[in-house]
């Protein structure tokens, strides 16, 4: 953020010593705190009514020492804004680092001025409908009958089909042509005469199943087409994706090479950062300091 960066010159602190000057200001202002929140304007004493010594209680504060009340305050402030300041500025750079970490390739590109390619996308293949719909009338209308006889002659000659349980009713028919229903007066006798033959059945029969094996030939060879189509189709769409991949792919490694270099140094140069002291907190800030130097 640009608004960070007003924390920040070619001179200046590390994170750790600015925290370790922090500490050293509040171990300074916790001292005179102390002495301010304790600050009493009267003597106090204790006697007993019966007589003997008294004894001092609290001696309260001097003059001296209340003309120094508005000095420690002061220096308080000025510790406390010291504090104030550093620890803004270490939150900058923690912020300014964490962007860093946080660029996108697009915001990299974007600061180098490199455009980064399109991701190719594969592009949509016809099926067999999408095939089919761009045939002529004729072509069409050949596919549409070829499939309705197929299906009108299989579904009649299948096994659970209307002719194929006839035929095999004509069969038990003239295998026992009398049937009888009920017993003695009651009994129904019924007589059943076949009108064709099981040879002329069978040759209807037969007939059929040849048509059929015809058409679903004729309509196998016109679906095979319409597939090699679809196949060819996806074959084409799938080479021109990996050739537009192998180049996108090779492109990407070019800039990806360029956007880590570049997050790379933001990231240091967010690291590297000085943190200022306004000139408004020098002395504070040398005071400070000095008693570091002291504790060592």
């Known amino acids: 953020m640009n608004k960070d960066n007003i924390f920040f010159g070619e001179v200046g602190l590390t994170t750790t010593s600015a925290n370790?000057?922090?500490?050293?200001?509040?171990?300074?202002?916790?001292?005179?705190?102390?002495?301010?929140?304790?600050?009493?304007?009267?003597?106090?004493?204790?006697?007993?009514?019966?007589?003997?010594?008294?004894?001092?209680?609290?001696?309260?504060?001097?003059?001296?020492?209340?003309?120094?009340v508005e000095d420690a305050l002061m220096n308080v402030a000025?510790?406390?804004?010291?504090?104030?300041?550093?620890?803004?500025?270490?939150?900058?750079?923690d912020r300014l680092?964490?962007?860093?970490n946080n660029l996108s390739e697009e915001d990299c590109a974007k600061a180098l001025d490199l455009e980064l390619p399109i991701r190719p996308v594969r592009e949509d293949t016809p099926d067999t409908d999408d095939v089919i719909a761009t045939?002529?009338?004729?072509?069409r209308n050949t596919i549409y009958q070829l499939n309705t006889l197929c299906a009108e002659i299989g579904q009649y000659i299948h096994v659970d089909g209307k002719f194929s349980q006839e035929r095999l009713s004509l069969q038990d028919i003239i295998d026992k042509p009398v049937i009888t229903q009920g017993e003695g007066?009651?009994?129904?006798?019924?007589?059943?005469?076949?009108?064709?033959?099981?040879?002329?059945?069978?040759?209807?029969?037969?007939?059929?199943?040849?048509?059929h094996r015809e058409y679903q030939a004729q309509l196998n060879a016109l679906m095979h087409e319409v597939e090699t189509k679809v196949q060819e189709a996806e074959r084409n769409a799938n080479l021109k994706y990996e050739?537009?991949?192998?180049?996108?792919?090779?492109?990407?490694?070019?800039?990806?090479?360029?956007?880590?270099?570049?997050?790379?140094?933001q990231i240091i140069k967010a690291q590297s950062l000085k943190i200022i002291i306004p000139d408004s907190l020098k002395d504070i800030y040398n005071e400070v300091s000095q008693m570091g130097k002291k504790e060592r």
């Open 20 to 68: 370790y000057i922090c500490n050293l200001a509040k171990e300074a202002y916790r001292l005179l705190d102390r002495a301010l929140n304790n600050i009493q304007f009267y003597r106090s004493d204790m006697s007993l009514l019966s007589g003997g010594t008294s004894k001092i209680l609290s001696i309260g504060n001097t003059l001296e020492e209340l003309s120094q």
């Open 78 to 93: 000025k510790l406390k804004s010291l504090i104030a300041w550093l620890r803004e500025a270490i939150k900058a750079k």
């Open 97 to 100: 680092i964490k962007e860093a």
């Open 135 to 139: 045939y002529n009338i004729k072509q």
């Open 185 to 211: 007066r009651d009994m129904v006798v019924y007589t059943r005469t076949p009108n064709v033959t099981t040879d002329d059945v069978d040759a209807v029969y037969f007939r059929l199943q040849q048509k």
């Open 243 to 265: 050739h537009e991949m192998s180049v996108y792919t090779n492109q990407m490694n070019l800039l990806l090479a360029k956007i880590k270099a570049y997050k790379d140094e």
